[in-house]
Structure formats: C-alpha cells, structure tokens
C-alpha cells in the first residue's frame, strides 16, 4: 500500500534534463569560479601570515623525557644519544614559540643530556666504533615505575 501511494503521488522522470554538453561546460564554470584567484591569491596571502606567530603550546619536561625514553626503549635494546634526541624532538610540540637554530639544539642537547642520567643502563657495548647505551626492554608502564623509583631513591 505505501508503495502504491509513492507511485501515485511521486513526479515521474523526465528525458529531457541536462545533455552532456550542457553538463561539462556546468563543471567548467564551476572550476573556473572556485579557482578564480587561484595562486596570484596564495601570493597575496601568504606575506601576510609570515609576520603572524602562533602562540607556543605549554609542554612538561617530564612527560618529553619519559614519552622519549620510552620511544627509543621500545624500538631498540641498544640506542644512541642521537636515538634519544630524535625521540626527544618527535616528543615536542610542533612550535617551540621563536627559538631559533642554536637555541633549539641548546634544548635538545640539554634533554638528551637530562634523558641519559634517568635511563638506568645495564652495560656499555662499542658499535660501530662509538658507545652505545643499552636498556632492557620494558613496557611503558615498567618505565614510568623504574623511573618513578629512581626519582625517589636519587
């Protein structure tokens, strides 16, 4: 019953709508009105947002150091100073405000340095002609624990 009244009361199709034709040169318009300004406008507004910074998230030093360490644990066994900067620097907010090239590697040098004191080493071992630092492999939570219990004991 529904669906006789539908049939008897909807409008019936029709043949003669849009040709293909009519429809690309539809699309066309379109195009050319959406991308009108195109790149001439992205040079215009682009000056205009280099003088804009955008205000630096608040980040824990702690929360760096621990999501770091525990990076560079999970994925390796035995990991390098450089291994730990790079998962310090992932660790970090996209926009560290305006530090420029060497106040930048002054931060991450000094929470690599911060880093390597809280990992608990389980021996040192030459690779590749340099010193490589070696940790057992935990789990996140084994991490936090040990580390938690190295704050209270140090």
Do not use: Y
């Not at 990991?79 to 930048?104: Q, V």
């Not at 340095?113 to 057992?136: I, M």
């Amino acid at each position: 019953m529904q669906r006789q009244a539908t049939f008897a009361t909807r409008k019936a199709r029709t043949h003669d709508g849009e040709t293909a034709e009519a429809r690309l040169e539809r699309w066309d318009r379109e195009l050319r009105a959406e991308v009108a300004d195109g790149l001439a406008g992205v040079a215009r507004d682009v000056p205009a947002l280099s003088h804009e910074q955008p205000e630096a998230p608040e980040w824990s030093r702690e929360v760096v150091l621990n999501t770091a360490l525990a990076d560079v644990q999970s994925t390796k066994a035995g990991w390098t100073a450089p291994d730990l900067t790079r998962a310090i620097s992932d660790a970090l907010p996209d926009h560290l405000g305006d530090l420029d090239g060497a106040r930048l590697t002054q931060l991450l040098d000094g929470l690599t340095a911060e880093s390597v004191k809280l990992a608990t080493p389980l021996k040192h071992r030459p690779a590749r002609g340099r010193w490589r630092r070696t940790t057992a492999a935990h789990s996140s939570a084994t991490l936090r624990d040990e580390l938690e219990l190295r704050r209270r004991r140090g």
